[in-house]
């Protein structure tokens, strides 16, 4: 998804909320959502049991490694910049 979740990993300038509301009322479905779409909060966050990632401008040499586990929650994140 390219936009957060509604409240997380979302605020853009004077600390205003513009994720996606639809995407945070289903994101309880997912172990996993990724995005990228607010360069102001890069970060990798747990939501009610679903890991959020957004780890901000490619442009600036931001990325992220995620590993998947065994298990449908066993998800390691680390935000790299290269």
Avoid: W
């Avoid at 479905?29 to 049991?49: N, P, T």
């Amino acid at each position: 998804c390219h936009a957060p979740p509604f409240e997380t990993l979302d605020k853009i300038g004077d600390n205003v909320h513009v994720g996606s509301k639809t995407l945070r009322a289903h994101m309880k479905k997912y172990s996993l959502v990724c995005c990228g779409h607010i360069h102001e909060e890069i970060g990798a966050i747990e939501v009610d049991g679903t890991k959020v990632v957004n780890p901000g401008p490619a442009s600036q040499g931001n990325c992220a490694l995620i590993t998947l586990g065994d298990e449908y929650k066993d998800i390691e994140v680390e935000l790299l910049k290269v």
